[in-house]
């Protein structure tokens, strides 16, 4: 008998099943126990609308008629559970059996005759479970279809019964009798229902044949975005993928519904998916429907007064009486369209998505109608801007200035926080702005704030766009100079993104003012646009921007002035070709200084102390610093946010500068800003300023939340180089956070280096040399010399920063090492202790050292390897460098074993394995169990000599299986104690574990089955 479509027949159109495996498993593993004659009778499937509940059963359907089982499906309804026939839903089941079905099988054909023949007419005012006549002969009837149920032969009955949410008392009777008395026979009952919809009179129904057993419970949960986007709506744009999961939920039926309605803008709305959606609107009421509508437009949340104000039917614009209103939501909160939140005073459409579904079926007329009653409500509530906005923008269709000043008041507000928000209203602005003179003021006010807001949104090759035609619009005697007063008051724009004062307002009233407003908002736009040319990697493009503002005449005001200096020394700098302008940098910190400039100078100090922190000119740069620390910690976060990029600057010049506490403060505090002033371009580079203080200050863990935030933002941003430094600085903290060999890190280093392309600034050349680090030198150190020197330009590196060099030339001598070129080696090593001297700086110095220890250890020459690792070890204590600490110890210690000294080995090895264990540096904790030294000879324990008479004692009950309890109560003493002699034993001897602890003494012969007094 088959009544359904197998699969492969007639599935063309059934919607996909995704995610769901188990839960069929779990639904067949039912259905054999069932026809075993074992296991619970029912199944309760439950979740939200649109999970896919229907769809699941309609897959298990198709299964369980392959084993050769009848399945017969059903619905409940109608919505009115007194009306309609009784046990409506089991009728509707029975449909599915024709003619030919009877005949094969009498006890079917009885069951169905029971089921669909007329019941008992109640007499006036009778119920189901109430006094009358009819009710006896209604039980009656209910136990002969169960007795009729439990007569189905093998191989057995499925009865799959949907919606039961709405099942009528009659049917609700039946199931309760059915688990109440579960039959023996191969029948299963399966029901799907939504729980909020339950009527009380089911639920203790179900929740007692849970309890005993009789029932099992299946709850679907919402899908992944990987399932949905690769099973559910295939071909989806990641990003747009991403977005569709998040507002559906993981909801299938939404997700598609959404997919439909976003990419398919050509056909009719409320078609597809999203008539399924929306099904359940059709039967309301115009009264109700407005509601919903309103609701809608509402973004799915209001209180019951603004719906009120705003819901207002097709056929009258007057506003809903508050009493039908009340009466409306409890009618659709019975639904389950309308849902009242934890506090009970803000009502939310069913689902996130509902809302934009719904407005996508209105009429543009009625949208606009909708909005523009939301806005005047709201403004009646005394509701901010902001929230009034988003319908002041739908429901305007012309020109009205008092209304443009409050979109663009609320973008002010917003741009911080949702930039692309403020973007687009200040587009709308825009669009409906007459193109006359008296309005050009306002035009190129509302361009830059615009090509501001679309910068910080990401967008920053529009908003490069709009800057070049606004800088063309505002060019000296060109057609469009200002005229005119603005047609609203707009306040002042402030150029946040690069740093730059405050140089925008309102039109002057005499042609010089007008001039020079013109002159200071192309000054605006002119730096702006050279920094989104030099996140775009555009430096020539953005050099001959600043070049023609600096050489215009008359020339721009003097802090102005300073502000483009600034934004050309960035350009210079992130192209490696700082010298160039160094100079020019120096008249200008001269200049702000004598103008008491203290926003001017500190830019200015940050520019220069990179600058020559990139050059290796320490000394100078730590003048620097000091006076644009102090100038910086002055400033509030108010005031600091004006200056973002500045705060970057000094944070990465305190960390070449190795001055790591400075570093991490600045730019913890800079992020903090960042976050609340929404400045994305400095966030990103503070949390990469951030993230590689905490890497080389033995923090990996944090380092690589922050590297990887860091990316996540600069990805939102573009531009190749920032995305490419962002993904290979990650890459260096991820392989450290990995195993010994783990691919991960380099797959990541290597996709990075990739999104460069061509680029090569100075982002770009580091992530390169990143490259080489991440490379695994033991497995391919031809491929580390290939990749440093490409980064570098030749065998001495000297494209790469100096005062960061020698960390790149003592991995090209451990290549060089690693490929049997002895000689290179030793070149590149005494060049990295060349280099490291005249920078001062203990990092760099390190690595040096590092470099010629290893040279000497090829050589033989261990005394002296030994002490070049030993001191790299205490130069990188001195900066607080604990991950560069760990490494050199680890690199001691088989040296200082090699001369003898084998204690002092083992306690090299020991911290340098617990410093990697406490910073989380995997790698390095894997690289010292490979090297771990040998128990040293003729001393009695081994590794456990190293323990006081106490520990050994303590590890030794350890090793017999003891708790810390339970040693604590042997030797009298408490268990913080035990716990703080065990945490020591840890630590001196490398291990991590009771067991590991167990199996060195057992190895090192400790104890001999007698505790030992201390």
């Known amino acids: 008998m088959d009544t359904f479509a197998d699969a492969g027949l007639g599935s063309v159109d059934r919607a996909p099943l995704v995610g769901r495996a188990q839960e069929l498993d779990r639904l067949d593993g039912l259905l054999r126990h069932r026809r075993e004659g074992t296991g619970p009778a029912a199944v309760d499937v439950t979740g939200e609308p649109g999970i896919g509940k229907t769809r699941l059963l309609t897959e298990f359907a198709v299964r369980a008629r392959r084993h050769g089982v009848t399945v017969l499906r059903g619905r409940a309804g109608p919505a009115e559970p007194d009306s309609g026939p009784p046990v409506q839903a089991f009728v509707d089941s029975f449909a599915d059996l024709d003619h030919r079905d009877r005949a094969l099988s009498p006890a079917l054909a009885a069951l169905a005759e029971l089921v669909e023949s007329p019941w008992p007419v109640p007499a006036a005012g ?15 009837r209910v136990r002969h279809i169960a007795a009729a149920l439990g007569r189905v032969p093998a191989p057995g009955l499925v009865l799959v019964l949907d919606d039961f949410h709405r099942a009528d008392p009659a049917s609700v009777a039946l199931v309760d009798h059915l688990l109440r008395h579960p039959l023996r026979a191969p029948v299963l009952l399966v029901l799907a229902r939504r729980e909020r919809q339950t009527p009380p009179v089911l639920a203790p129904v179900l929740a007692r044949a849970a309890d005993s057993g009789d029932l099992a419970r299946l709850a679907l949960g919402p899908l992944t975005a990987e399932d949905c986007a690769a099973g559910l709506v295939p071909g989806l744009a990641p990003g747009l993928a991403r977005e569709i999961h998040a507002a559906g939920l993981g909801n299938p039926l939404y997700h598609r519904a959404l997919a439909h309605a976003r990419t398919r803008g050509g056909q009719a709305p409320g078609t597809g998916p999203v008539a399924m959606v929306l099904d359940e609107l059709a039967p309301l009421t115009e009264a109700e429907r407005a509601v919903v509508e309103a609701l809608a437009v509402l973004d799915g949340r209001a209180t019951a007064e603004l719906l009120t104000a705003v819901a207002r039917s097709r056929s009258t614009a007057h506003p809903a009486d508050r009493v039908a209103v009340d009466e409306i939501l409890g009618e659709l909160a019975r639904r389950d369209l309308v849902r009242h939140e934890e506090d ?13 579904l719904v407005r996508g079926t209105l009429d543009p007329w009625r949208r606009r109608e909708l909005h523009g009653w939301a806005a005047a409500a709201l403004a009646e509530a005394g509701a901010p801007v902001t929230e009034r906005a988003p319908h002041l923008v739908r429901a305007t269709t012309s020109w009205d200035a008092a209304v443009a000043a409050e979109l663009v008041e609320a973008a002010e507000r917003i741009g911080a926080a949702d930039p692309a928000c403020a973007a687009h209203w200040l587009a709308a602005v825009l669009a409906l702005l007459p193109d006359s003179p008296e309005h050009l003021a306002t035009r190129h006010d509302l361009m830059l704030r615009q090509a501001q807001a679309l910068g910080s949104a990401g967008r920053v090759a529009e908003s490069r766009d709009l800057l070049h035609r606004l800088i063309d619009a505002c060019r000296p005697g060109g057609r469009e100079q200002r005229q005119g007063a603005t047609g609203f008051d707009a306040t002042d724009t402030t150029t946040d993104t690069t740093g730059a004062a405050d140089t925008t307002g ?38 001959a921007l600043l070049r023609r503002e600096l050489e215009r005449t008359p020339g721009p005001r003097p802090d102005l002035r300073t502000w483009l200096v600034v934004e050309w020394g960035c350009r210079a700098l992130f192209a490696a070709r700082y010298p160039e302008v160094r100079s020019v940098v120096a008249r200008t910190l001269d200049e702000a200084r004598r103008r008491r400039d203290e926003a001017g100078t500190a830019e200015t100090l940050t520019l220069a102390a990179l600058g020559e922190a990139y050059e290796g000119e320490t000394a100078t740069a730590r003048v620097h610093a000091t006076g644009a620390a102090a100038l910086t910690d002055s400033f509030t976060d108010g005031e600091l946010a004006d200056h973002a990029e500045s705060l970057v600057r000094l944070g990465w010049t305190e960390v070449f500068l190795e001055e790591y506490g400075s570093a991490e403060r600045h730019a913890t505090r800079g992020i903090a800003m960042a976050r609340r002033a929404g400045r994305p371009f400095a966030l990103s580079q503070l949390l990469l300023c951030s993230a590689y203080v905490h890497f080389l200050t033995g923090r990996v863990g944090t380092a690589l939340g922050m590297a990887e935030e860091s990316l996540d933002v600069a990805r939102t941003l573009g531009g190749a180089e920032l995305l490419g430094f962002s993904g ?159 490494q050199s110890l680890l690199l001691a210690a088989p040296m200082t074993r090699a001369l003898g000294d084998a204690s002092r080995a083992a306690a090299q090895w020991r911290r340098g394995r617990r410093l990697a264990v406490e910073g989380g540096a995997r790698l390095l904790v894997d690289v010292a169990d490979r090297t771990r030294p040998a128990t040293p000879d003729g001393v009695p324990g081994g590794r456990l000599a190293v323990l006081t008479p106490r520990e050994r004692e303590i590890s030794v009950l350890v090793a017999e299986g003891l708790t810390n309890q339970a040693v604590a109560d042997r030797l009298c003493l408490s268990p913080r104690t035990v716990e703080s002699h065990v945490a020591r034993v840890y630590r001196k001897t490398g291990v991590e574990t009771r067991a590991a602890l167990a199996s060195l003494v057992v190895r090192d012969g400790v104890g001999d089955g007698q505790t030992l007094r201390g």
């Open 126 to 140: 009778d119920t189901w479970d109430g006094p009358g006549t009819g009710v006896g002969r209604r039980a009656d």
């Open 728 to 886: 290979a600085l990650r890459a260096a903290v991820l392989l450290h956070a990995r195993p010994l060999g783990d691919p991960e890190a380099l797959a990541a280093a290597e996709e990075a280096v990739a999104t460069l392309g061509t680029a090569e600034g100075w982002w770009a050349t580091q992530a390169r040399g990143l490259l080489g680090f991440v490379v695994p030198l033991g497995r391919d150190p031809h491929r580390v010399r290939e990749v440093l020197v490409r980064a570098g330009g030749d065998r001495d590196l000297s494209r790469l920063q100096p005062s960061l060099r020698p960390q790149y030339l003592e991995l090209l001598a451990g290549a060089a090492l690693a490929v049997g070129d002895r000689t290179e080696a030793e070149r590149v090593a005494r060049r990295a202790l060349a280099e490291a001297e005249p920078l001062g700086l203990p990092v760099q110095r390190s690595a040096a050292l590092r470099a010629w220890g290893q040279v000497l250890a090829q050589r033989g020459e261990s005394a002296a390897a030994a002490r070049a690792f030993t001191d790299a070890a205490r130069e990188s204590a001195r900066s607080g460098a604990t991950l560069r600490e760990a």
């Open 344 to 356: 009970g005073r803000v009502l939310v459409l069913r689902h996130p998505a509902l809302p934009e």
């Open 506 to 543: 309102t039109a002057g009233t005499t042609d010089t003012a007008d001039a020079t407003d013109t002159a200071e908002l192309r000054t605006s736009a002119v730096l702006l646009c050279a920094f989104m040319e030099r996140h775009l990697g555009r430096y020539p493009e953005a050099d």
